[in-house]
């Protein structure tokens, strides 16, 4: 009942006055929200830490934005990601923090050619969380290469990440960032864009095994399982859990937050936020989920993200968290590491 008045409130509320209240809902609600899943007594999070934190990046260029609601620039998105991804991966080199990076399959070519994705099924129109209307799904491919339009390609940014002193893993975020809901996406759409992002990740010797859904548009999980996905980032009303499995025998790690400037607040509130999130991973012994975009703005990526992620070091250096990727969790949970 509180939470329906709560989202009724902020329904008809003004920007301003919807930061105060996600202020005051944060401090007196008793977020963030912890889920108790039963799980097996032996299982404990990982190097006997008291809790967990998992970073994944949702690296999407230009194609998360083509029809995006928005009305933002896919072009300029992409470049922004263009000129983010260098500085993410000496943040995380520097606090030694490796991350899932949740890669558009389309961004591991060096180039294709018109024709190359004909043999895909294409999602239906739609208008939900985007809006595709009209024309061929792959109607913004330029069907060229990462040198003349490096909005749509990153093998270079991929070799970068790759070449990192810290060992990241790269994840799946369909090939060229569908609407994965049981709605919108006939199992078909995403067996072919899995069969796609497997066969190129390969070519780069990349096994995948970690899946965030684009947007978080869940479903079609059996296509998931019968790609070999192990885990898959979710969405919930909770924000912290120890990840758990789901009827398809995949493990879910469940999303507490992500890194924006969504509201004017001051960088100490919002680091604050995210030191709760780890600390109260630690006390309930659960995880913590935190991700973010590339094209993240640089005041978030200058002022918020690197005091979070020295905090966070800091609690994993005195024992305290264990901070590692969707597949780590995911081997430790299936009994294929410590």
Not at 226 to 248: Q, S, T, V, W
Not at 332 to 337: F, K
Request: charged share 25%.
């Amino acid at each position: 009942m509180i939470n329906r008045v709560y989202a009724a409130i902020r329904k008809v509320s003004s920007s301003k006055t919807r930061a105060k209240l996600s202020q005051i809902a944060f401090r007196y609600s008793g977020k963030p929200y912890v889920k108790r899943i039963k799980k097996d007594s032996t299982l404990s999070n990982p190097s006997n830490s008291q809790g967990t934190l998992i970073f994944s990046i949702d690296f999407e260029m230009a194609w998360a934005f083509r029809f995006s609601k928005r009305k933002v620039d896919p072009l300029k998105m992409a470049q922004l990601e263009r000129s983010h991804v260098p500085i993410l991966v000496t943040l995380f080199e520097h606090y030694d923090i490796q991350v899932t990076w949740a890669t558009v399959g389309h961004l591991f070519l060096e180039s294709c050619k018109k024709g190359d994705h004909d043999w895909m099924s294409r999602i239906p129109y739609f208008d939900d969380h985007w809006k595709f209307a009209a024309g061929d799904w792959f109607d913004h491919d330029p069907y060229s290469n990462y040198m003349l339009n490096n909005a749509w390609y990153a093998p270079d940014l991929i070799e970068r990440i790759l070449n990192s002193k810290v060992e990241h893993e790269f994840g799946c975020h369909t090939f060229s960032h569908i609407d994965c809901s049981d709605k919108n996406c006939p199992p078909m759409v995403l067996d072919d864009e899995l069969k796609a992002c497997v066969d190129v990740a390969s070519r780069w010797g990349i096994g995948l095994k970690s899946f965030v859904f684009p947007g978080g548009t869940a479903g079609n999980y059996a296509i998931l399982r019968k790609h070999k996905f192990g885990i898959y980032r979710k969405n919930d009303k909770y924000d912290l859990a120890y990840p758990y499995l789901d009827k398809e025998n995949m493990i879910v790690t469940l999303s507490t937050s992500s890194f924006g400037r969504g509201y004017d607040w001051s960088a100490d509130e919002y680091i604050t936020r995210f030191v709760k999130m780890i600390d109260k991973a630690i006390k309930t012994k659960t995880a913590a989920h935190i991700w973010l975009h590339p094209s993240v703005d640089r005041w978030t990526l200058d002022n918020v993200i690197p005091a979070v992620l020295k905090y966070a070091a800091e609690q994993r250096d005195k024992g305290l968290l264990w901070i590692g990727t969707m597949g780590q969790i995911a081997d430790h949970i299936n009994g294929r590491s410590s």
